[in-house]
Each structure stands twice: as structure tokens, then as C-alpha cells.
């Protein structure tokens, strides 16, 4: 009983794709939404952009720099209030220095980590 049901499973586990891969592909209904997908399918669109390696580092590296121009003037803003509200306190207000000082030269690195690799993509063409 046992030997029959291990035979049945696997033999379910590798016929199975043959019923998978003969359905249609969705590529189709993918790239224009206005045709009609056959009811009863399922149809599962790639939601990245990319369709290379380096179109992945360049949307890695497009969202962190939005990310950063998101959060450095925040830090830049929460520095001053720092700085504001430090009433002479001499340690509050080196930490607000800090703050401001790090968050200006995180987004030099960014900047220059943007501009370093838009020129090796000119560079060298891809």
C-alpha cells in the first residue's frame, strides 16, 4: 500500500509539468491588459522593469537615491530643531552638528556614487 501511494506521488510530482508547461503563456496578456486571459487561468505578471543584471543595480541604486533625497533634508531639518532647542547645552548642540555634518556627507557619497556609475556606463558604453 505504502510502495503504491510513494509510486502514485511521484509519478503525480513529475507528470506535472507536462500539464503546467502545455497551458498558454502569459506574456501576451502581460504586455497588453486588453486582451481577454481564457477564465479559469491564472496569470502572473513580472513586476520588475528590468530585464538585465544591470537594470537591477540601476533600480537599486535609482531607489536609494530617492530614499536619500527623502531623508536628508529630514536629518538636515531634525538637526536644526537639535540645534534650536539646545538652550546652550554644548553637548546637544555638537550632536546636532553631527547630525547635520553626517546626513550632508551621506548624500555627498550618494551623489557621487550616482554620478560614479553613470560614468562607467559611458565609459565603457553599456
Not at 6 to 26: D, R, W
Not at 32 to 43: H, I, R, V, Y
Not at 47 to 61: L, V, Y
Not at 98 to 103: A, C, D, G, L, M
Request: proline content about 3%; some cysteine; charged content about 15%.
Amino acid at each position: 500500500m505504502k510502495k503504491l501511494f510513494l509510486t502514485l506521488l511521484l509519478g503525480t510530482v513529475l507528470l506535472s509539468p507536462v500539464f503546467v508547461l502545455a497551458q498558454h503563456t502569459c506574456e501576451e496578456y502581460c504586455d497588453d491588459m486588453t486582451l481577454g486571459f481564457p477564465s479559469g487561468q491564472t496569470c502572473i505578471c513580472n513586476p520588475m522593469t528590468a530585464d538585465s543584471f544591470e537594470g537591477i543595480i540601476g533600480g537599486i541604486i535609482d531607489f536609494i537615491f530617492k530614499i536619500a533625497l527623502f531623508l536628508v533634508p529630514l536629518m538636515v531639518i531634525w538637526g536644526g530643531v537639535l540645534f534650536v532647542s539646545a538652550g546652550g547645552n554644548m553637548e546637544q548642540i555638537k550632536k546636532a552638528k553631527t547630525v547635520i555634518f553626517w546626513s550632508l556627507i551621506g548624500f555627498v557619497v550618494i551623489l557621487l556614487a550616482r554620478g560614479f556609475s553613470d560614468l562607467l556606463e559611458e565609459i565603457l558604453g553599456i
